[in-house]
């Protein structure tokens, strides 16, 4: 077991690899009561196509598939897994993303014996014909539901209009006509192929002993027998550089219209610690032009544009990367042209030194607070780590930015032919 300390920080982060392949991270945190402990596999909704290691053949599976595994691990031919969990005093959950799978607990107690259930009920499949079965009609009923949310309709609308090709513009539970394919057998060849220990981490933060409870994982995963780590060849659709499609609107029952605003990122093929650089580099642009604090989110409210549920984000993958930012709003396309006005003006003038100078601290600040919530330090530590970047390197990156940096970046990234952009109108 190796130590990595960060003595800014004030943490010590313990790190092994398995004779199985998988990767633990243990991070104690002195005078915490909770533990959150998180089992994720480095599989999501665009791994729809992939190919195995002297295996010429492409299998392709239904899309929406990593989403209704995730929801079939934890029915069990004994039951339901819950009440396991239930019993010894531990929530928990899970959730699919773009491209991972992680399923979760957290407790105050019984740290051990919750772990030993969230490792096996993960790694021991269970897939009849009759559940499967029932279980499209309930996730059925939840993409059906999603068809009338506006929120996720501006959403995904927006990234299909930014991608053309590239699956991360298909929803992450699929749809009824694709979950419908959906058999046991594929599902046993999904989790043999990505829910292999070489493919998966396991990580847990809060008031535990690390030595004890690596002991108990070590214990627990010589016990069971996995087969050679399969070599997988995720395979993606070329993608074109510009958009898909400039704009999209749909019709909903909302009393106010929401726009969405997207530009597409054309520097992609990035991991590591490139990635979390490019991340926080946007993010410092995005929060200087329009964060609460900014002129131009005072101008846009002034102007009566948008209301407290303004809000941006960027999201940085290796295959992909997109900035977003939009709301309510009485007059969309007054709010587009005077988005896109400003960014003009910014590219003339640049950001400032204040402006950047704040939104860095305002970022420092950002990350500083999440250390404080076991949840959130478990979700961005995985959610980077499996992607080669380290997250508690972020102060450093961050204190590393130059304005120059910020400019080019603005300049770059926010080019009006790479942007997008998603309505939702009153019926």
Same mark, same amino acid.
């Given at each position: 077991?190796?130590?990595?300390?960060?003595?800014?920080?004030?943490?010590?982060?313990?790190?092994?690899? !398995?004779?199985?392949?998988?990767?633990? +991270?243990?991070?104690?945190?002195?005078?915490?009561?909770?533990?959150?402990?998180?089992?994720?596999?480095?599989?999501?909704?665009?791994?729809?196509?992939?190919?195995?290691?002297?295996?010429?053949?492409?299998?392709?599976?239904?899309?929406?598939?990593?989403?209704?595994?995730?929801?079939?691990?934890?029915?069990?031919?004994?039951?339901?897994?819950?009440?396991?969990?239930?019993?010894?005093?531990?929530?928990?959950?899970?959730?699919?993303?773009?491209?991972?799978?992680?399923?979760?607990?957290?407790?105050?107690?019984?740290?051990?014996?919750?772990?030993?259930?969230?490792?096996?009920?993960?790694?021991?499949?269970?897939?009849?014909?009759?559940?499967?079965?029932?279980?499209?009609?309930?996730?059925?009923?939840?993409?059906?539901?999603?068809?009338?949310?506006?929120?996720?309709?501006?959403?995904?609308?927006?990234?299909?209009? !930014?991608?053309?090709?590239?699956?991360?513009?298909?929803?992450?539970?699929?749809?009824?006509?694709?979950?419908?394919?959906?058999?046991?057998?594929?599902?046993?060849?999904?989790?043999?192929?990505?829910?292999?220990?070489?493919?998966?981490?396991?990580?847990?933060?809060?008031?535990?002993?690390?030595?004890?409870?690596?002991?108990?994982?070590?214990?627990?995963?010589?016990?069971?027998?996995?087969?050679?780590?399969?070599?997988?060849?995720?395979?993606?659709?070329?993608?074109?550089?510009?958009?898909?499609?400039?704009?999209?609107?749909?019709?909903?029952?909302?009393?106010?219209?929401?726009?969405?605003?997207?530009?597409?990122?054309?520097?992609?093929?990035?991991?590591?610690?490139?990635?979390?650089?490019?991340?926080?580099?946007?993010?410092?642009?995005?929060?200087?032009?329009?964060?609460?604090?900014?002129?131009? +989110?005072?101008?846009?409210?002034?102007?009566?544009?948008?209301?407290?549920?303004?809000?941006?984000?960027?999201?940085?993958?290796?295959?992909?990367?997109?900035?977003?930012?939009?709301?309510?709003?009485?007059?969309?396309?007054?709010?587009?042209?005077?988005?896109?006005?400003?960014?003009?003006?910014?590219?003339?003038?640049?950001?400032?030194?204040?402006?950047?100078e704040r939104s860095r601290r305002k970022a420092i600040g950002?990350?500083?607070?999440?250390?404080?919530?076991?949840?959130?330090?478990?979700?961005?530590?995985?959610?980077?780590?499996?992607?080669?970047?380290?997250?508690?390197?972020?102060?450093?990156?961050?204190?590393?930015?130059?304005?120059?940096?910020?400019?080019?970046?603005?300049?770059?990234?926010?080019?009006?032919?790479?942007?997008?952009?998603?309505?939702?109108?009153?019926?």
């Amino acid at each position: 077991m190796r130590e990595i300390h960060y003595d800014s920080l004030q943490l010590t982060l313990y790190r092994d690899v !398995l004779d199985n392949g998988l990767v633990v +991270y243990l991070l104690p945190k002195a005078g915490f009561q909770q533990t959150f402990a998180s089992f994720t596999t480095k599989y999501g909704s665009i791994d729809s196509q992939f190919r195995l290691a002297h295996q010429p053949q492409v299998i392709t599976v239904p899309d929406g598939i990593a989403h209704f595994l995730e929801h079939k691990m934890f029915e069990k031919e004994r039951g339901d897994v819950f009440p396991e969990f239930a019993k010894l005093g531990a929530s928990a959950n899970a959730f699919t993303t773009f491209d991972q799978t992680t399923y979760l607990f957290s407790s105050t107690d019984h740290v051990l014996e919750n772990t030993e259930v969230l490792l096996n009920f993960v790694q021991e499949p269970w897939f009849s014909e009759q559940s499967v079965e029932k279980e499209k009609g309930i996730i059925g009923q939840e993409i059906r539901m999603y068809d009338d949310n506006p929120d996720w309709q501006v959403f995904f609308n927006l990234l299909r209009a !930014l991608y053309k090709h590239h699956p991360v513009h298909l929803p992450i539970a699929g749809t009824v006509e694709s979950i419908a394919g959906i058999t046991p057998d594929i599902l046993y060849t999904c989790h043999e192929t990505f829910y292999h220990p070489s493919n998966m981490m396991f990580f847990a933060v809060g008031g535990f002993h690390p030595e004890a409870l690596l002991a108990h994982i070590r214990k627990n995963q010589a016990a069971k027998s996995f087969g050679p780590a399969p070599a997988i060849d995720r395979v993606l659709p070329e993608e074109p550089g510009p958009v898909s499609e400039p704009n999209r609107t749909v019709h909903l029952g909302v009393s106010q219209p929401r726009c969405l605003m997207g530009w597409k990122d054309a520097k992609t093929g990035l991991s590591g610690p490139a990635q979390l650089a490019q991340e926080m580099l946007t993010g410092v642009v995005l929060e200087a032009l329009f964060g609460k604090s900014s002129d131009f +989110y005072h101008r846009l409210m002034d102007a009566g544009l948008i209301d407290q549920n303004f809000s941006w984000e960027y999201e940085c993958a290796p295959t992909y990367g997109y900035s977003v930012l939009g709301g309510n709003t009485p007059n969309p396309q007054a709010l587009v042209d005077t988005v896109q006005s400003l960014i003009d003006e910014a590219m003339k003038i640049g950001v400032s030194e204040e402006a950047f100078e704040r939104s860095r601290r305002k970022a420092i600040g950002r990350f500083i607070a999440t250390l404080d919530s076991p949840g959130a330090v478990a979700r961005s530590f995985v959610s980077y780590a499996l992607r080669g970047a380290d997250v508690f390197t972020t102060i450093d990156v961050l204190e590393r930015l130059t304005l120059q940096q910020v400019n080019d970046r603005l300049r770059e990234h926010f080019a009006e032919s790479q942007r997008a952009v998603s309505v939702v109108l009153p019926a």
